[in-house]
């Protein structure tokens, strides 16, 4: 009974951040009903950026001040670090990726932005967070892995192919208005800017966590820092004084669901899960929430389903089967090296005072 026990935390302990991964993904997905609904009923979308980030550090800053009593000191140069931090997660990604709602749709909007995980993987290659041995099959795995979740985010984009038929009534309506001012060369410039700024976000957390490892402070900083200047953009482009007032209805569910659940719970969890396994791992499991918001649009919400999304929703998970094969490759070349390393020290670490005695003694005559 105590072996079968033991087996199985030591399988949680092993898929501990595959399944917070996917948790996150599930809260991503709810994310994009939630916040849709809230912008057809009129929200800002850069208003919403700030409240729900203010709302996710007034939330995480009694954890972050109580559960992290020993944390570095925040200087100079370490705060401009969070500035930008802050400014490539939320100040200005956030803000470019609602933006290109206006001038694209949200199916191009989603399906671009799992990108990201091919730009990390690169990115962190160059900068050698990221090490592929081509000579080793698990190295060949993460680089197949990339290439195969590439081909099914662009099989999800470009093929449609025929419509599925829907099985009933849907069972949730969402009512609202919708301006989009179709622009798609200015669309895509802000949607793949959001990519590449994005992907430098995730790389720069795996920097900063190693000389700001308090995760729940670092989050507290980013959504404070983020919110302010959320802030300082939503004046410049919004002038209405309306447009700030929220009223108790979807636009405020919509924001403390993204300010406690999305910008607070879910960035601890990223960080945390980059700390443990790199920013690469953290953003393959973003096609899962394309995924699931598809499955979820059609069998809830009776929206249009396409052979070409399954197809390539398919594809994408066979692709993040393959890179995740891959970097578990990763964690058993670290245990091994962490091992010859201790058997390394053992044989060479110099003798203690009463080894050199006893041996003194067995060499007198």
Not at 184 to 205: D, E, N, P
Request: overall charge positive.
């Amino acid at each position: 009974m105590a072996v079968h026990s033991w087996s199985l935390g030591g399988t949680y302990k092993r898929f501990k951040p595959h399944l917070l991964m996917v948790l996150a993904q599930i809260c991503f997905t709810f994310l994009y009903f939630i916040t849709e609904a809230s912008f057809n009923h009129g929200m800002n979308p850069h208003v919403y950026i700030t409240y729900r980030h203010i709302v996710a550090g007034v939330v995480m800053l009694p954890f972050a001040y109580f559960l992290e009593r020993i944390r570095p000191k925040l200087t100079v140069a370490l705060f401009l670090e969070i500035f930008v931090l802050s400014l490539l997660g939320v100040g200005l990604t956030l803000n470019m990726y609602f933006a290109s709602l206006r001038f694209t749709s949200a199916t191009f909007l989603a399906s671009v932005v799992n990108t990201i995980a091919s730009l990390t993987f690169v990115m962190a290659i160059v900068l050698r967070l990221e090490v592929v041995d081509l000579r080793n099959p698990r190295g060949i795995a993460k680089v197949l892995g990339t290439l195969v979740s590439l081909a099914g985010v662009t099989t999800m984009t470009l093929y449609r192919g025929p419509i599925m038929r829907n099985l009933g009534h849907p069972l949730i309506h969402l009512q609202g208005k919708t301006t989009i001012q179709e622009d798609w060369v200015k669309g895509s410039i802000l949607t793949v800017a959001s990519c590449i700024a994005w992907s430098i976000w995730y790389i720069m957390q795996a920097f900063t966590l190693k000389r700001y490892p308090a995760r729940l402070s670092l989050t507290t900083w980013m959504c404070f820092v983020g919110a302010a200047q959320s802030a300082v953009f939503t004046a410049i482009v919004e002038h209405k004084p309306a447009a700030w007032i929220i009223g108790f209805n979807i636009d405020l569910w919509s924001i403390l669901f993204g300010g406690i659940v999305i910008s607070g719970i879910v960035i601890f969890i990223q960080l945390w899960c980059t700390e443990e396994k790199g920013p690469v791992f953290v953003t393959m499991f973003n096609p899962l929430s394309t995924i699931m918001v598809a499955l979820l649009a059609y069998f809830v919400f009776g929206e249009k389903l396409y052979m070409g999304s399954i197809v390539g929703g398919i594809v994408v998970i066979v692709g993040l089967y393959l890179l995740l094969w891959g970097k578990e490759g990763d964690q058993v070349r670290r245990k091994e090296e962490s091992v010859w390393a201790c058997e390394y020290h053992n044989d060479h670490k110099p003798p203690t005072c009463t080894e050199a005695a006893g041996k003194d003694t067995k060499e007198e005559p």
